[in-house]
């Protein structure tokens, strides 16, 4: 493991750990959140993926809503409890980044310029200095909390529906 991935992995869990377990989700130690609803029958699942090659040196969030038997990603008897975000059916999957509103909304229906324009799939730097590594988590926690949390509810079957007026 990189001193990069060990600075990561050590600032990953003093910023999201605490306020993710505060909404009910728990820490599987490499990087997955999962929040278990419904009697443990539906899984909601937040996944920090490091990127490789071109990609080293940043990260992104996959989210998703894992409901057993719903899509062909599922193994048979996969349990929740070790779901991952591609396990998940593909309209019960997002990446966090793509939840950001567009900077000219307008724009990003329009053909080509929808490209420049649209959601686009963020991948926030990280490194061996602390500092910009706990920049880029801090911000991935309030994106987190002001959307990425209401659109795993919105993904997730009405039987396992965190209801907005109670504490999480």
Known sequence: MSD??????????????EPMAQHGFGFDGSRTFRR???????????NVQLGQRSMSG??????????????????????GRKALEYHCAPNRRERLGRLVPAPLPALQWLPLLG?????KDI?????????????????????????????????TPAAGRVDADQPR
């Not at 990069?4 to 750990?17: E, T």
């Not at 609803?37 to 909601?44: F, K, N, P």
Request: hydrophobic letters at 45%.
């Open 4 to 17: 990069a991935s060990k600075v990561f992995d050590r600032a990953l869990r003093a910023i999201l750990r």
């Open 36 to 46: 278990h609803l419904a009697g443990g029958a539906i899984t909601q699942i937040v």
């Open 58 to 79: 940043k990260f992104t969030v996959n989210l998703g809503v894992y409901v057993p038997g719903e899509a062909s990603a599922n193994p048979a008897g996969l349990s």
């Open 115 to 119: 490209l420049f324009f649209g959601p």
């Open 123 to 155: 991948w926030w730097p990280f490194s061996a200095e602390p500092l910009r590594t706990e920049r880029s988590l801090q911000r991935v926690r309030s994106l987190l909390t002001q959307r990425g949390l209401r659109w795993l509810d919105g993904a």
